[in-house]
């Protein structure tokens, strides 16, 4: 919207750069071009001011595929106004010279003529596409037929417009329709994902195994290796018994002969005291044999009195040195004798 201010009865105006200004004064074109800035009195002045700028028309439509199914196609078409002169002239863009507001609603018009020419070639195109189809490839071909049928429909160019793209967003079945279409996709991913699961039970079923049987087989070679140890265990203590039977045999082997060897020393050592006792004992008796009784009496005194027992002390009664007194009375004279 252009901005007019007020100047003792006089009108400013001041356009946009992307707003084509179109003067008229008593009928005749007094100023025309985008960007302008000009003094006028508002009650001679004709004013239209038309946008030059690219302007984006969003769509949306109901359309029904071959298959009789209703769908909403959702499209956004660019244009602009390369001729504001010839716009100007079919469409109503006079503005008031006072407010600088559009009398009219030429944009609607516009985008009504826009809408209804794009339906319309929309509907031709759907309406021989089933519905599959047309989710699949109705996009592109919407498009494109769109595109060329508002490049063919001779009115744009008459009313100055061009169309810069059309772009086609979406088309949508019912809310209904398009969940009994998603189901088999659901289904197919959902088959898929419960491959994927059982695949991965599987996998971790046979990971499970694995490590079982590795267990298994673990603690079977440590069964074998206790059982060559035990046996291994038995040998070495076989072993060690023989060797310590063995060495008690060696040893008893030379205990006995040290004991032989000392008995016969013993006994040849007994034998050669014994002879020397004997020829003591001959010598001894030789000895006393050629003695007089008298040396043998006095030899056996001393050795009764070596061996008598210690006498401290001797009492002699009455009665025992009287009958002494006899015996030693009765053996004088024989001793004498």
């Known amino acids: 919207m252009a901005d007019i201010t007020r100047r003792f009865g006089w009108r400013h105006l001041r356009s946009a750069p992307t707003a084509h200004i179109r003067h008229h004064k008593r009928g005749r074109l007094a100023h025309d071009g985008p960007g302008l800035s000009f003094w006028y009195r508002s009650l001679s ?13 969003a769509m949306a439509f109901h359309a029904r595929t071959s298959d009789f199914q209703d769908v909403t196609v959702q499209a956004t078409v660019t244009y602009r106004i390369s001729d504001p002169a010839e716009a100007a002239a079919r469409l109503d863009f006079s503005v008031d010279p006072d407010t600088g507001v559009w009398r009219g609603a030429p944009l609607e018009q516009i985008a009504t003529l826009l809408t209804e020419t794009a339906q319309q070639h929309t509907l031709d195109v759907l309406a021989r596409t089933a519905l599959a189809e047309a989710l699949v490839d109705g996009v592109a071909s919407v498009r494109d037929r769109v595109a060329a049928g508002l490049a063919a429909e001779p009115r744009l160019p008459a009313t100055g417009i061009d169309v810069v793209a059309v772009r086609v967003v979406a088309i949508r079945p019912e809310a209904e329709v398009e969940r009994a279409l998603r189901t088999p996709a659901r ?36 069964a074998r290796r206790e059982e060559q140890l035990v ?76 061996n008598l027992p210690r006498i401290d002390s001797l009492t002699l009664s009455p009665d025992v040195l009287t009958g002494l007194l006899s015996k030693l009375g009765s053996a004088g004279p024989d001793t004498r004798a």
């Open 45 to 57: 002045a004709a004013l239209s001011e038309v946008p030059v700028n690219d302007r984006e028309l």
């Open 187 to 222: 289904e197919q991913i959902q088959q898929e994902a419960d491959r994927a699961t059982y695949e991965r039970r599987a996998v971790a079923v046979e990971r499970e195994r694995a490590i079982a049987e590795n267990e298994l087989a673990s603690q079977i070679e440590l």
């Open 231 to 306: 046996e291994q265990r038995g040998t070495n203590t076989r072993r060690e018994a023989e060797e310590n039977a063995a060495a008690d045999g060696v040893r008893a082997e030379a205990e006995a002969a040290r004991k032989v060897r000392l008995a016969r020393a013993e006994a040849e050592a007994a034998r050669e005291v014994g002879a020397a006792r004997a020829e003591s004992q001959a010598a001894w008796l030789r000895v006393h044999g050629e003695v007089d009784a008298a040396t043998l009496h006095a030899l056996a005194a001393t050795r009764l009195a070596e």
